[in-house]
Every structure is written in C-alpha cells, then in structure tokens.
C-alpha cells in the first residue's frame, strides 16, 4: 500500500469517527433547537467523506480531491459551530484536529491555507450566528491567536518532516545510484539478480568495457574520461526499446543485466551502441578517433548464480579484448 493510500485512509477514520461522534454527543445534549439542521449537515458530512475515501479518481485528481476534503472539513465544521450557537461553542476544537491531521499531505503552505480560512469563518460565524450579549471580541481573538499559534508550530513541523523525507531520498539514492553516471551502482546487484530469477527474467548478462580509457584519462584528463563514462551510461540507460538494467560495475566497466531477450536482439542492440557510441564527437577528439567498447554476453542458465554469469561474461569481454577490441562476444563453453 502506498504512501497517499495509507494517509487516504487516515483522513477517512478521523472523519467518520469525528462525524459518529458529533452525532452522539447531539443526541446527550439538553440543546435541541437546531438538531435538524445538524443532524443532516453532518450525515452529509460522513457522506461526502465516504465517497473521498472510496471514489475511483486519477492520481492527479485524488490528490486534489484529498486537498479541497480540508476546505470542506473547516466549512463544515464552521456551520456547525454557528447551529451550534457560535462563540458558545465548543466544536472550535474540531479546527485543531484539522490543522493536525492535514500535516501528512506534503503541501507545505496548505496549514497556512487553512488557517487564513478558518479564521474568516469562525469570525464571520461568531458575528454573523452568536447570541446577543454572547459576543466577546476578546475570547474570540484568543481562540484564533491560539489557532494561529498551532498553525505555525505544524508548519514549522511539516518543514522538518518534509526535510528529513528529502535526506532519507537521497540517502537512498546515494546508496544504489553512481554519483557521476546516475546509473545504478552495484550495491544493488546481488539483490536485484535474485529478485529478478525468482521470475527467470534476466536472460543474458553482458559486460561492457570502454576500449582504452585509460589513454582518454591520460591524455586529455580525467574530466574527458567521466564524460566519455556519463555518455555510454545514457546511451546503456536511455534505450525504451531494449529491457535491461544498467549497472556500473567499476571504472570503465558497465554491466547490463537483460530480460527476455534472444542472442541475435541483443547482438544487434549492443553493436547498435556501439555505433552510437562511436558516433559521438567530443572537443578534444580528433578527426579520425572515434571511441569503441568491446562487450562480453553470458547468456543465463537454469541455476546460474550471479556469480557464474558474471565469469562468463568477464571470459568473453577478456577474449573480445584479445581479438582486435571494438566487438560483441558470446561466452562459448569449452
């Protein structure tokens, strides 16, 4: 279940808790004079928040959907203080649940939102709704001071929360992404293989090595080098056509882990890269260089460890080195 699921059903338990709860306690009131107003208002309150929890929406829409449920929750709230009998009241209560609850929607200004709203409405409540004689200027700018108070120190905490969200991410992607590259780094790989064999999707292993890297770093610096690195990267990476995870395995060296794929697709897709590898032009490039990597394919087996397909895919690359570089090599067993 994910994240907006969980706070989704959250929202819906306060609601319908605060709506059962709002009709008991007007049934133990010795206040009835305004009961068939409250009574429906709040049965359309549970309602409304029914279909919110239970609607089919987009992703898009049930966030915004989820967003208006706020407004609606303090307008609503704000009729039944002014049925109620306005500053006499205690439902002002109920504007604290909202301002606390509303803190797991990453919208760092909707506390604000809300706040500048419920403070137009409870002021226009008490006026327009109170009791004559009932209507205290001063206990009414203390309730919305001590609203507004509440409003800042729950913003202040969605700041800190939506921080630490934020360092957990990248801590996260540090931990399984290649600083330079933004592939994935091999961290992951042992896990991600296993994972993916329980399925037997990974069909062939293929490790790719940049042809004389090091002459690159040599001569015209390691920043040269990290570029020649971030491009082969976007070009193993970027391919939508072609299912393989991409793996910087060290150095120059790339793995690419491929699902259901034949030999002759991904022949023809490795040697595609390398053309479009070749087909790059950097500045400190002559005319007549062009850049090649040499691979080397381990097509997977029943019982293939990670391990295994590794080797043999490290054989081939080995043997295309030896050959001449600038191919594509199938392990062959000997």
């Known amino acids: ?25 007007i049934q133990l009131s010795e206040y009835h004079d305004n009961d068939y107003l409250l009574v429906p208002l709040t049965l359309g309150f549970l309602g409304i928040a029914t ?41 002002y209560i109920g504007y604290y649940v909202i301002l606390g609850y509303v803190i797991h929607m990453k919208d760092r200004y909707l506390v604000y939102k809300l706040v500048a709203l419920i403070v137009a409405s409870y002021s226009l409540v008490v ?15 203390i309730r919305l001071a001590l609203i507004t108070g509440a409003a800042v120190v729950f913003r202040i905490y969605v700041g ?29 790989l042992n896990e991600y293989y296993i994972d993916e064999q329980k ?30 690195l971030k491009v082969l990267a976007n070009i193993l990476d970027g391919d939508a056509f072609f299912e393989a995870t991409c793996i910087r395995y060290g150095g120059e060296e790339f793995l690419l882990l491929i699902k ?17 590898l070749g087909a790059v032009v950097f500045d ?18 029943d019982g293939d460890s990670l391990e295994d397909v590794i080797r043999k895919a490290d054989i081939a690359l080995y ?14 067993e000997k």
Request: hydrophobic share 40%; with cysteine; glycine share 8%.
């Open 51 to 91: 279909w919110i929890r239970f609607g089919k929406f987009s992703e898009e829409k049930g966030v915004r959907v989820n967003k208006m449920a706020f407004y609606m929750d303090v307008l609503v709230l704000s009729a039944g203080i002014g049925i109620r009998g306005g500053l006499r009241s205690d439902f």
């Open 284 to 301: 400190w490039q002559s005319t007549k260089d062009y850049l090649t990597f040499t691979a080397g394919v381990a097509k997977v087996a």
């Open 199 to 228: 399925y037997k999707k990974v069909s062939h292993c293929a490790m790719i090595d940049i042809d004389d890297f090091k002459v690159i770093n040599d001569t015209h610096g390691h920043i040269s080098g990290d570029m020649v």
């Open 1 to 25: 279940m994910d994240y907006e699921m969980k706070i989704k059903q959250i929202h819906y338990r306060i609601r319908l808790f605060g709506g059962i709860l709002a009709l008991i306690l």
């Open 160 to 188: 800190i929360m939506l921080h630490l969200d934020q360092q957990k991410q990248d801590a996260e992607h540090m931990a399984v992404k290649d600083a330079l590259t933004h592939v994935y780094n091999r961290n992951v």
């Open 127 to 141: 006026f327009n709704f109170g009791q004559p004689g009932d209507i205290s200027v001063l206990r009414l700018v």
């Open 319 to 332: 043997e295309g080195k030896r050959s001449g570089k600038s191919k594509v090599i199938f392990f062959q």
């Open 260 to 276: 259901g794929s034949t030999d002759h697709q991904v022949m023809e897709t490795l040697n595609r890269y390398r053309q479009m």
